[in-house]
């Protein structure tokens, strides 16, 4: 399978090509534009690069959430946007909690990836990996940060990635040997997570109108419409 992924969900754009045995390209900005200014021109170029057309691709990939509400939309827009357009190509969305724990899943241990919400709230989860291979242990879920880091138990090594990561480890866990930091280029989202969590479970492939953003809390107009 060659696999298109998508990540809009956070501060970074990303994309990439992948297929079963490599990446063949990627491309992540950290940037100030509006991710729909930027994230389909980006895939156009990056399949360019690659010498590859859309009819190629076999699936389309993108961040689900949580993330930025805006963010999210753009992405799970385009992707419907591609599927539609090109009937043939299977469209999937991955938790963005758990495309950051694929970042690093070289790791052996609890994998435990952390996102700003607002102050003082996080969206986290904890996974398992085995070095290649992941399964989630804790759901993802919209969390009160102190109740849940202060009960975390670090008895054995776990790793924080994510882009609250370096603020939890300063905060709750300073001097526990335990508790590692996922590299710096590993700790935001990026578009080749997307295709190795969609390669290693395909059956997460939907309908391109059944492709829905999981915010995991509730919008601001939800909220005001309350």
């Not at 689900?64 to 992405?75: E, Q």
């Not at 879920?141 to 109740?147: H, M, N, Q, S, T």
């Not at 849940?148 to 709750?172: H, M, N, Q, W």
């Amino acid at each position: 399978m060659t696999i298109l992924g998508i990540d809009t969900s956070g501060k970074t754009a990303s994309c990439a090509v992948m297929t079963e045995e490599r990446l063949l390209a990627e491309k992540t900005v950290y940037t100030k534009l509006t991710h729909s200014q930027i994230i389909l021109p980006m895939a156009e170029e990056l399949l360019a690069d690659c010498g590859l057309e859309l009819s190629e691709i076999d699936a389309v990939v993108c961040a689900k959430g949580p993330g930025s509400y805006t963010g999210l939309r753009i992405g799970i827009a385009a992707v419907k946007g591609l599927c539609m357009g090109c009937p043939k190509l299977e469209c999937a969305g991955v938790s963005t909690l758990e495309a950051l724990a694929w970042s690093s899943a070289a790791f052996i241990g609890r994998i435990v990836p952390v996102m700003y919400a607002r102050p003082d709230v996080v969206y986290c989860g904890v996974y398992e990996s085995t070095s290649g291979s992941l399964g989630c242990a804790v759901p993802d879920a919209v969390r009160d940060e102190a109740e849940f880091f202060e009960a975390l138990d670090v008895s054995s090594p776990l790793l924080l990635t994510g882009d609250r990561c370096a603020e939890i480890k300063e905060k709750y866990f300073a001097d526990e040997k335990n508790v590692l930091l996922a590299p710096a280029a590993d700790r935001l989202q990026k578009a080749s997570a997307l295709c190795q969590a969609f390669l290693a479970r395909p059956d997460v492939a939907v309908p391109p109108e059944a492709l829905e953003a999981s915010y995991l809390q509730a919008t601001k107009a939800e909220k005001l419409k309350k």
